[in-house]
C-alpha cells in the first residue's frame, strides 16, 4: 500500500555539457554520430505497444547530405489511426488511475536515462535528422527535455497540493484527473524537447495520447518513443503516427472521444485544426482543451544608450542559431541611426567568422535548413530582396543545395519597415534590419514594433538606461510572451522563463510551467460532510416570539 505523501527530486536544470576538444561528451557524440550514420534504421507506428508495418514508406535524409539516408519510415493509414484511438481509449482507465507517483516515476526514469546512457544517442539523432550542430542539439534533445521531464514532475505535485479550505463539519477536497478522452499530440521538426514534451505532459497528468510527429523529426522521434519505452510507459498510453497531415489528422478529429489537442506548428495549420474542430463541436463528448504555439515575427530593439557589441551579438545568436528555424528567433531589428554603424561593424566582424557546413564537423556555426520546401521558400525571400529598391543585402545572400540544404546568414537593411520581410514569418537564416532615421522618437519606434506583426512571441529590448528599460516594458507588454532585457530573444529554459506567446502566437499557456499542465486536468470537487443535516427546515424560518400571526398580506411602502 502507499499511503505516503511523496514529494519528487527536487529539479535543477540540467547542466549544458560543453563538447570541447578533447572532452569525453565530444568523443562519446561522435561515436555516436558515425554509428548512426552507419545504421539504417525502419521506424514504424506505435500502437498499443506494436510497432505496425503499414508498406507506405518515405525516406529520411539528413538535410546537409542528401546523398545520405538514415533510414525510412511508415505512415500511418486510416485504420491504424483508428487503432491508435482504441489503444489510448483502452490504456486510459488503468493509467488515469496509477498513483500519480507511478506516473512521476515513468517519466523520472526518462529523464535519468536520458541525462545519462542515452544522451549521446538521442543528441546524434536530432543532429542527423535535424541538422543542428552538437550545443544546439544539446540544449534541445538532452537539456531541454531532461528539464521538462523532471520540473513537470515537480509542477504535478505542486498542483495536487492545492486544496480547498473546509468549514467545521465538512471535508473538502479537489480531485484532478485526466480529460475524458484521448489528447491529440502533433508536434514540430524543430525541438526534440517539444516533440517529447507535447504528448508527455498530457500523459503525466493521466491522460492518453494520439501523437503526430513531424515527417523531418522522425529520426529523433523514434528514440523518443524507445526511450519512455525503456522508463516503463505502459502500452498505448502514448501512441505514434507518423504520416501525412489529413491521414493522421482527419480520423482524429472526427472521434467523439477527442478531448484535447496539444499542438506546436504554424499559425495556417493551427487555424484549420482550431477551424476543424469548432466544426465537429456537436459531435464531441466533451469541449476539447486547445492549446498551442505556433509562430512568431520576433524583434529586436535597440536605444541609443545600447552596448553596440551586445546587439551585434544578440542579432547573430538570435537569428542563425539553427538557421534561423526557431519560433523565436530574432528575424526583425530595429535601430537608432547614432548606434547602427557600430552595431554593423562588430555584426560584420562576428559573421566573418561563421562556418557554414554539415553538423559532422563541430567547427561549423550554421547547418542546412530542414528540407526543399523551406530552402525554396527562404531563398524566395533573399531573391526578392536582391532585387527590390530599398534593400541592400548587407551579409549573406548566398545559397547552395548541390548537396545540402544550405542558406548562408543573410543581414537585409531595409529602407521601409513595411517591408515583407520585415514583416512575414521566414524561418530561416534572414534577419531584417530597419535604422530609424533621425529625429524619429524611441516612442514612435516601440509603436511601430507592435503593431507591425501579427504574432506575440519573443522580443528584446537594448538600452543602459534603466528608465528606458522599463518604459519599453510597458510600451510593449501586449507585445512578446516572452520578453527579453539586453539578451537575444531565443533560449527559454523550462522552470525560468516559461515558454508561450499571444495574439498570432498561440494560447500563451507557458510549456515549462505548471500552468501547461493543469490544461490536462478535469477538476472534480469533492464535499462529504461527516454529520449530515437530518429535517429541511432552517433557524430563519421560525416566527420571532412576540410576531403577530398576520394574514400574510404584505404592508405596502411607497419609496420616494
Request: glycine share 8%; aromatic share 10%; charged share 20%.
Amino acid at each position: 500500500m502507499n499511503n505516503a505523501v511523496a514529494t519528487p527530486p527536487a529539479p535543477v536544470n540540467e547542466t549544458v555539457l560543453g563538447y570541447a576538444p578533447g572532452s569525453p561528451e565530444r568523443r562519446a557524440l561522435q561515436r555516436a554520430v558515425a554509428e548512426m550514420r552507419a545504421t539504417e534504421v525502419e521506424v514504424l507506428p506505435v500502437v498499443g505497444g506494436r510497432r505496425v508495418e503499414t508498406g507506405r514508406t518515405a525516406t529520411m535524409r539528413a538535410p546537409h547530405d542528401l546523398s545520405h539516408t538514415l533510414g525510412t519510415y511508415h505512415k500511418a493509414r486510416t485504420e491504424d489511426v483508428e487503432a491508435g484511438i482504441q489503444a489510448a481509449l483502452d490504456a486510459r482507465h488503468d493509467w488515469m488511475r496509477m498513483d500519480w507517483t507511478d506516473r512521476a516515476a515513468v517519466f523520472l526514469k526518462a529523464a535519468d536515462l536520458l541525462a545519462g546512457p542515452w544522451r549521446a544517442r538521442m543528441n546524434a539523432a536530432t543532429m542527423l535528422g535535424q541538422s543542428k550542430n552538437a550545443y544546439q542539439a544539446e540544449i534541445d534533445s538532452a537539456c531541454e527535455l531532461v528539464d521538462f521531464l523532471r520540473f513537470n514532475a515537480w509542477f504535478m505535485r505542486d498542483i495536487y497540493e492545492e486544496q480547498p479550505v473546509s468549514s467545521p463539519g465538512v471535508w473538502n477536497r479537489t480531485e484532478y484527473r485526466g480529460l475524458e478522452g484521448f489528447v491529440f499530440a502533433v508536434t514540430p521538426f524543430n525541438f526534440t524537447a517539444i516533440a517529447a514534451n507535447l504528448p508527455a505532459a498530457p500523459a503525466l497528468m493521466g491522460n492518453t495520447v494520439v501523437w503526430k510527429p513531424a515527417p523531418a523529426q522522425m529520426r529523433a522521434a523514434a528514440v523518443v518513443m524507445e526511450l519512455f519505452e525503456a522508463a516503463g510507459l505502459p502500452p498505448g498510453v502514448i501512441n505514434m503516427l507518423p504520416g501525412d497531415g489529413a491521414d493522421v489528422g482527419d480520423p482524429v478529429l472526427a472521434s467523439e472521444h477527442l478531448t484535447g489537442l496539444h499542438f506546436t506548428g504554424s499559425t495556417p495549420t493551427f487555424n484549420h485544426l482550431w477551424h476543424s474542430i469548432g466544426k465537429n463541436l456537436d459531435h464531441y463528448r466533451a469541449y476539447p482543451r486547445i492549446v498551442g504555439e505556433t509562430g512568431g515575427k520576433d524583434f529586436i530593439v535597440a536605444h541609443e544608450s545600447a552596448d553596440p557589441d551586445a546587439v551585434a551579438t544578440a542579432i547573430v545568436r538570435g537569428a542563425f542559431e539553427y538557421q534561423g528555424q526557431k519560433c523565436s528567433a530574432a528575424s526583425r531589428v530595429y535601430l537608432p541611426a547614432p548606434l547602427w554603424p557600430d552595431v554593423q561593424a562588430a555584426l560584420e566582424s562576428q559573421l566573418a567568422e561563421i562556418k557554414v557546413g554539415p553538423v559532422e564537423d563541430f567547427s561549423n556555426f550554421v547547418n542546412a535548413v530542414i528540407d526543399e520546401k523551406a530552402f525554396d521558400k527562404i531563398t524566395g525571400y533573399i531573391d526578392r530582396a536582391q532585387e527590390a529598391s530599398g534593400v541592400e543585402v548587407a551579409h549573406g545572400g548566398t545559397y547552395d543545395k548541390s548537396e545540402g540544404y544550405f542558406v548562408d546568414p543573410t543581414v537585409l537593411v531595409v529602407d521601409d519597415p513595411a517591408y515583407e520581410t520585415m514583416e512575414q514569418e521566414i524561418f530561416g537564416p534572414v534577419a531584417s534590419v530597419w535604422v530609424a532615421p533621425e529625429g524619429k522618437s524611441f516612442d514612435d519606434v516601440l509603436d511601430l514594433v507592435d503593431r507591425t506583426s501579427p504574432y506575440a512571441l519573443t522580443g528584446a529590448v537594448f538600452a543602459r538606461d534603466r528608465a528606458v528599460l522599463a518604459h519599453a516594458a510597458d510600451r510593449l507588454a501586449e507585445s512578446a510572451g516572452n520578453f527579453y532585457l539586453n539578451d537575444k530573444p531565443t533560449g527559454a529554459v523550462v522552470g525560468q522563463q516559461p515558454f508561450g506567446g499571444a495574439r498570432g502566437s498561440g494560447t500563451n499557456d507557458k510549456a515549462g510551467s505548471k500552468m501547461n499542465l493543469l490544461r490536462w486536468t478535469s477538476l472534480r470537487s469533492i464535499k462529504e460532510t461527516f454529520v449530515p443535516a437530518q429535517h429541511f427546515t432552517y433557524p430563519f424560518l421560525a416566527p420571532d416570539e412576540n410576531e403577530p400571526a398576520g394574514d400574510g398580506a404584505a404592508e405596502k411602502v411607497v419609496v420616494m
